[in-house]
């Protein structure tokens, strides 16, 4: 049977469809041009830039470090460039330990680079190219850039590297610099200028690299760079380049500096020289020393150990955070406040027995019998300690404490160093702040007395020190110490001065200081700096001085011979030169060195030769740290070390006094 179709309806059917199917085209072609609109038009830029940036890569460029000289122009600190072995771990594609020992087929890679590489992993980021080898030889370049194909992840660049040509010479002052680690990479991020830091792999750790790190580091420039799919560098499209850091030209006076390290010998100590009338320093010896090349890198598990272990503790900076008692070196000082505040004239004199009662309490002079009639003068040049024991009795802790703060005492000096130690000048509102107990706050008129003679809670650093006879030798105008003499542009040799006029002066007559000045002089020519500066061809001022580091019981000796080497007195000498017009002025303690006579004064005679004649030692000093037979036979030691007992000196108690 036939089936009729209804044509009609076919057609119906058919249009409806076709409809639909326009509709839904339409529908789907509007969207798209929608979208095409809404990409190329409405947000052509954001995309357009997006597109850029996939294309163009901004590297940044990494300026030139600052270089660091002293005052002649000897390099200190330099750069130097030198290819270096790196592997981004984010983008290797085998175990790590495997793709080391390949390499190491191709390059020298010892254990102590893979400890570092470790340790750098751990500290940065893994997207990060990190150096496995740095300083690679030509020969080892090749042999990589023939294999690289086989390594991705693995590259070679060529990167500036510091360097201490001078090795550890002015360690301390220099300091180093070392890799961005975690820590740093927060604070750079905390930074206004943080991202001058892009690119950036090193930053400075200690001394001048880092007190000065700003200003060294320089402006990193930035390069737009085509990059092809596979991130490969097409072409430079644009350059903005970086600006070098400025150079610093110190006050030091390096083979200055020499002098006295190779003087120290293997004794530890620090030694500070100031040019007076500019806050110039001249020298800053921290003995021992260290390497600064060792930390660039990174420095191996085994070379930290060895400096951290050591009893010498090289890392130490003396100058700047050693504090130490100034001994006899505080008598002058001593005598010059008590000429300022009326306490005592020139001519006064006391009748020095050998010792000084007060509470019951013993405090005895060095020579048993004392020195007779001791005017000032005398005082000074033969260390009289009797008469600063009355004398510090006499004008009190406050008094003292007033006087000797704007000569730097307990003082920050402002020196362009970080971590500079304060110090302690007593006073009785200082001991009220750092105790606890009511009967440690109270002050005890017999803790005065040895402050005198420079011992008791007194405890200065040599920067402080130096800083202070610097200030007496010219005449009660203060200047700011520093290192940093000025500062040079790279480009312009532009330079700028850092300290380029007096910070203070202290209302002091030109009389009393007079006065003192002529008893250091006669230190050197018939006091107890005479024997260190016998013939010298100019004039200097000197004080001698011991610090003792333990106290002596009654009717106990002071025996060297008996102590252990750690215990033995600190030695103290302080100076200026030339006695009528002062060029330099030191203060120098030899740890454990035993008398300022034999220990420190020698070293600042070989120092003031040079610095003033021209006079090199003939060769090193090789005097042990404790030299002198006198320090056997010595009778009395030195007064109370540290009078921080909650009563002060006991009722019926005996304190030796100084011995130079």
């Not at 890679?109 to 997207?127: D, V």
């Not at 390069?223 to 006050?251: C, F, H, M, Q, W």
């Not at 007992?645 to 100084?658: A, F, L, V």
Request: glycine share 8%.
């Amino acid at each position: 049977m036939t089936e009729l179709k209804n044509a009609e309806r076919e057609i119906y059917l058919f249009k409806t469809r076709l409809i639909v199917i326009g509709v839904f085209a339409f529908i789907c072609f509007s969207l798209l041009i929608t979208r095409f609109v809404w990409l190329q038009i409405i947000k052509h830029d954001v995309y357009s830039l997006q597109a850029d940036e996939n294309r163009i890569s901004i590297v940044p460029v990494v300026p030139n470090r600052g270089l660091i000289m002293d005052r002649n122009g000897v390099v200190l600190a330099r750069n130097f460039s030198a290819y270096t072995l790196e592997i981004t771990p984010s983008k290797i594609k085998q175990d790590l330990d495997v793709l080391i020992d390949e390499l190491s087929a191709l390059v020298d890679i010892q254990p102590k680079h893979r400890k570092r590489f470790r340790k750098l992993i751990e500290e940065s980021k893994s997207f990060e190219s990190l150096p496995i080898r740095t300083r690679l030889t030509d020969e080892e370049v090749a042999r990589f850039t023939a294999q690289r194909f086989r390594f991705p992840g693995v590259d070679i660049q060529a990167r500036l590297f510091r360097q201490y040509p001078l090795g550890d010479v002015a360690s301390h002052v220099v300091g180093y610099i070392g890799r961005i680690s975690q820590k740093d990479a927060e604070l750079i991020e905390d930074m206004e200028d943080g991202s001058n830091y892009n690119g950036t792999d090193y930053i400075g750790k200690e001394g001048l690299e880092k007190s000065y790190e700003g200003i060294l580091h320089g402006t990193t420039g930035f390069e737009e760079v085509e990059v092809s799919a596979g991130g490969r560098a097409v072409r430079t499209l644009s350059r903005s380049a970086p600006s070098s850091g400025k150079n610093l030209i110190l006050s030091i006076d390096i083979e200055l500096q020499k002098v006295i390290e190779e003087a120290f010998g293997d004794r530890r100590g620090a030694l500070v020289a100031i040019e007076p009338v500019t806050g110039d320093v001249l020298a800053f010896v921290s003995k021992p020393t260290y390497d600064p090349n060792l930390f660039v890198e990174g420095i191996d598990q085994q070379s930290w150990n060895e400096l951290n272990t050591s009893e010498d503790r090289p890392l130490l900076n003396r100058p700047l955070t050693g504090a130490y008692p100034p001994g006899s070196t505080y008598k002058p000082f001593m005598a010059l406040a008590a000429l300022e505040l009326g306490k005592r004239t020139a001519s006064q004199t006391i009748a020095d027995q050998g010792f000084f009662m007060f509470g019951g309490h013993r405090f005895n002079d060095d020579i048993k019998g004392g020195h007779g009639m001791v005017d000032m003068y005398k005082s000074i040049v033969q260390s009289c300690d009797p008469y600063y024991y009355m004398l510090a009795n006499d004008l009190g802790v406050d008094a003292i404490h007033n006087f000797m703060k704007p000569f730097g005492f307990g003082q920050i000096t402002g020196i362009d160093l970080e971590h500079e130690r304060k110090g302690v000048l007593p006073s009785t509102a200082w001991k009220r702040s750092v105790y606890r107990k009511a009967a440690q706050q109270k002050w005890y008129a017999g803790e005065t007395i040895s402050l005198g003679i420079g011992q008791g809670y007194n405890t200065f650093t040599p920067l402080q020190m130096a800083h202070a006879v610097a200030t007496l030798a010219n005449n009660g105008v203060v200047m700011k110490p520093h290192l940093v003499k000025m500062t040079e542009d790279p480009t312009s040799r532009e330079k700028t001065l850092t300290v380029p006029k007096e910070s203070y002066r202290i209302p002091l007559k030109q009389e009393n200081i007079d006065i003192i000045k002529h008893a250091m002089v006669g230190v050197t020519k018939e006091g107890t700096g005479k024997g260190a500066f016998a013939n010298a061809e100019y004039e200097s001022g000197g004080k001698t001085g011991t610090a003792q580091l333990f106290s002596v019981k009654k009717n106990e000796k002071y025996d060297a011979k008996k102590l252990a080497k750690n215990l033995h007195d600190h030695s103290w000498y302080t100076a200026f030169a030339p006695a009528d017009k002062p060029r330099i002025a030191i203060a120098i303690i030899v740890e454990n060195g035993g008398f300022g006579s034999t220990g420190a004064a020698p070293i600042v005679r070989k120092a003031l030769d040079y610095y003033l004649l021209g006079k090199r030692p003939r060769e090193k000093d090789t005097t042990p740290t404790v030299k002198s037979d006198a320090l056997a036979t010595r009778a009395e030691s030195e007064a109370q070390a540290d009078a921080e007992s909650e009563g002060g000196p006991k009722p019926g108690g005996e304190t030796q006094g100084n011995k130079e």
